[in-house]
């Protein structure tokens, strides 16, 4: 591909979009993807090119995670119905590093009972309250996402709660109800599958080791009393 045929493509992308700030969040990562094709042995744009770029965005150990600043910049349009499943689909976070979050639909029905509460359409989906409990402005700050994640530990009795220990908990809640490792991973983001176990606090077992039955195991031969 040429220039003129890149910047073709980027027109189409962004003109298909219609929340400016899913155009200000495209528009930055596909300069950025222009500036390393360019940079590379030119190729033909195939499955292949994509997936060395895969490999670039995760050799630069880009940091995973819903951020605090990736909440408060979700907008409406950001979520869709991916494999008969909502989900936060193409997320750009920090270092422009794209995933796709699921969502669970009981998640989804509190985001559109606040939605129609808000009477919210389109842009940010969450907007600051005043005290006389009517929606005021855009969006809102990252402050603004600490200062309610402690108010609430207070309210439950839990000292010390940071919005990222959030992530580890819905980590380990995962883990607990029979989550598989990778498909963990994959939800938190994680290039290495070692930083989740750090983060679930795994340690091997020996004893009942995971591969101690499998079922490949030959039966037991019954004794012959004869």
Not at 5 to 28: C, E, F, I, M, P
Not at 103 to 109: D, E, L
Not at 123 to 140: D, E, M
Request: hydrophobic content about 35%; proline content about 3%; aromatic content about 6%.
């Amino acid at each position: 591909m040429r220039l003129p045929d890149l910047d073709r493509a980027k027109s189409a992308v962004l003109n298909s979009l219609t929340s400016a700030d899913a155009q200000r969040g495209y528009r930055h990562a596909i300069d950025e993807f222009v500036e390393w094709y360019c940079s590379e042995p030119r190729l033909s744009f195939n499955r292949t090119v994509v997936l060395r770029y895969r490999i670039h965005l995760e050799a630069r150990r880009l940091a995973p995670g819903l951020r605090r600043h990736e909440a408060v910049e979700l907008t409406v349009s950001d979520l869709q119905r991916r494999e008969d499943h909502w989900a936060i689909v193409d997320l750009i976070g920090k270092a422009s590093h794209i995933r796709t979050i699921p969502v669970p639909h009981w998640v989804k029905n509190l985001i559109d009972d606040w939605l129609q509460s808000a009477g919210i359409s389109n842009g940010r989906i969450f907007r600051r309250v005043t005290r006389a409990g009517t929606v005021w402005g855009s969006g809102l700050t990252e402050k603004a996402v600490w200062h309610v994640v402690r108010q609430y530990a207070r309210k439950a009795g839990i000292d010390k709660l940071a919005p990222h220990d959030l992530r580890r908990t819905c980590a380990r809640l995962c883990h607990q109800a029979g989550g598989e490792l990778d498909q963990i991973q994959f939800l938190l983001g994680h290039v290495s599958v070692q930083t989740t176990e750090r983060y679930l606090g795994c340690k091997q077992r020996i004893r009942n080791a995971v591969n101690d039955s499998i079922g490949i195991q030959p039966k037991r031969r019954m004794r012959s009393d004869g």
